[in-house]
């Protein structure tokens, strides 16, 4: 891998060793872009490992670089169409990098593991090897060879399985036996055998696992762990055994060396200790006193976990509530707002409804003159009085005089085209109380009839009555109280509730 490396590092030192450029590389860069292509193409294609996957035309390409970055800084135009060509040999490298990789799966699977495990780094030569080994692959693929090339396909992937499980076993196990070897040099074994045999057993365990299933690190590394904590403790079994032996201990010292130590482990908990009993029954005291103790320690710690589990519900408690509350009023301040917000509305259309209404009423007022029609505003009501109809006497016929008047009444309902209407006939006192009112209905209905049938005007809006001379709007005793109370009312209904 590495040669090809050196070999572009060489070819592009090469390419500055002309007699005397006639331009640096940067003007010639700058000067002929397919050089520049060509240059930062196979810069991002080392890092890709182009070199490994296809080192036939990678090789190729290189050396058309040089090639055209030498004629590139003797400004020779042959340049642009050099380094064309190493273009294409870089997409022929590209397209022999598929192939290589399709057919070299699984080797370049196993290789980046061991790249993963830093093989490259615990075992450089053997790394080294395999990559050779590799490339004899791919060169092979690309002379045509893929056969052969897939022959020496598990060799190569053996190669790299090795190192990795080699590189694995340094990186987990390597601890476990350095830490053996150094208390055998000094000479631990002599002094704790027993447990130096668990150490160095765990240790072999911890490879077996390995080679067993590469996979299993976790395992392995407890294996490891382990044997490193059984010679640690042959070392402090080593310490304790020459402490005997220089101080010159009898048995009995031992023993009393023994209850010492014990008696300073358990002061806190007990300031005497009754080795009077036998030694199995003051293991036992002790060993309940700090059962005891683990018992209570581990009842503080469910009263405290409790404890604390109530608090934190609580604060959650808290929290919901205060969120809750927020969100209440935050409800009931976007419900005032909407309701202000409709009250204002409302306020707007009414006064909007009020003012196109007054417009109405005062444009339908200007309609009539004084001996046609008074006209009266009733809240959102209009009401005609027209005391402008010439009725024959005793008659409810319409005489064509009254035409004009008519037209008007029509036109004024037009301002009002969902409103309903309320015809009524009015007379005098002068006859029978029968008579005008049966005359009354009959003028109401013959205005409304021709509403209907002159103004187009749709029947179920219009209500007919008669009242007779039971609704007087002047007295009756002079001529013009008389021509005033003889009428037909047209009422313009804009609300439920009309004023009659």
Avoid at 55 to 60: I, R, V
Wanted: contains cysteine.
């Amino acid at each position: 891998m590495k040669k090809h490396i050196v070999f572009l590092s060489a070819c592009l030192t090469l390419a500055g060793c002309a007699s005397q450029p006639a331009l640096v590389e940067s003007e010639a860069i700058q000067k002929y872009l397919p050089v520049s292509t060509l240059k930062a193409k196979l810069a991002d294609e080392v890092d890709n490992e182009l070199n490994i996957l296809s080192p036939k035309y990678y090789e190729k390409a290189t050396d058309l670089y040089a090639q055209a970055m030498s004629l590139a800084k003797a400004d020779n135009n042959k340049a642009s169409a050099k380094a064309e060509e190493g273009l294409k040999a870089l997409a022929q490298a590209k397209k022999t990098e598929a192939l290589n990789k399709d057919v070299l799966e699984e080797v370049l699977a196993v290789r980046a593991k061991a790249v993963k495990s830093k093989a490259s780094i615990s075992s450089p030569d053997a790394f080294e090897d395999a990559e050779e080994q590799l490339l004899e692959l791919t060169s092979l693929i690309e002379n045509g060879d893929v056969e052969k090339a897939k022959e020496n396909r598990a060799k190569a992937m053996k190669a790299y399985a090795d190192i990795e499980l080699a590189s694995i076993k340094v990186n987990i196990v390597d601890a476990a036996k350095k830490a053996i070897e150094q208390a055998k040099d000094n000479d631990i074994d002599d002094y704790a055998p027993r447990t130096m045999k668990l150490a160095e057993e765990d240790y072999q365990l911890a490879l077996n696992t390995l080679d067993a299933d590469r996979r299993e690190t976790t395992k392995a590394n407890e294996h490891a762990q382990r044997s490193i904590w059984n010679v640690e403790r042959a070392i402090g079994i080593s310490e304790v055994i020459k402490n005997f032996e220089q101080s010159d201990f009898e048995e009995e010292d031992k023993v009393l060396w023994y209850q010492e130590q014990v008696a300073r482990i358990v002061s806190p908990i007990q300031s005497k200790v009754g080795f009077n009993d036998q030694n199995k029954q003051v293991v036992k005291t002790l060993t309940g006193k700090v059962q005891n103790l683990v018992d209570e320690k581990d009842s503080v710690t469910v009263a405290m976990t409790a404890a604390q589990a109530r608090e934190l519900k609580i604060a959650k408690e808290k929290e919901l509530a205060l969120a809750e509350a927020k969100a209440r009023e935050a409800k009931i301040a976007k419900e005032k707002e909407l309701a202000l917000a409709e009250a204002q509305q409302k306020v707007d259309a009414d006064n909007q409804r009020k003012a196109e209404v007054a417009a109405k009423f005062n444009g339908i007022q200007s309609m009539f003159t004084q001996n046609e029609a008074d006209v009266y505003r009733q809240v959102d009501n209009v009401l005609i009085r027209a005391h402008g109809f010439s009725f024959k006497s005793g008659n409810s016929e319409i005489d064509a005089a009254n035409f004009g008047l008519l037209n008007k009444i029509i036109k004024a309902i037009g301002e009002f085209p969902d409103a309903q209407l309320v015809i009524s006939g009015h007379t005098d006192n002068s006859g029978s109380d029968a008579i005008n009112l049966r005359l009354s209905k009959e003028r109401g209905k013959k205005v409304a009839d021709f509403l209907i049938e002159v103004g187009h005007i749709d029947a179920g809006r219009i209500e007919s009555n008669g009242y007779g001379k039971a609704k007087p709007v002047a007295r009756n005793d002079t001529k013009e109280g008389r021509a005033a109370n003889r009428r037909v009312e047209i009422l313009i209904v804009n609300n439920v509730e009309p004023i009659l």
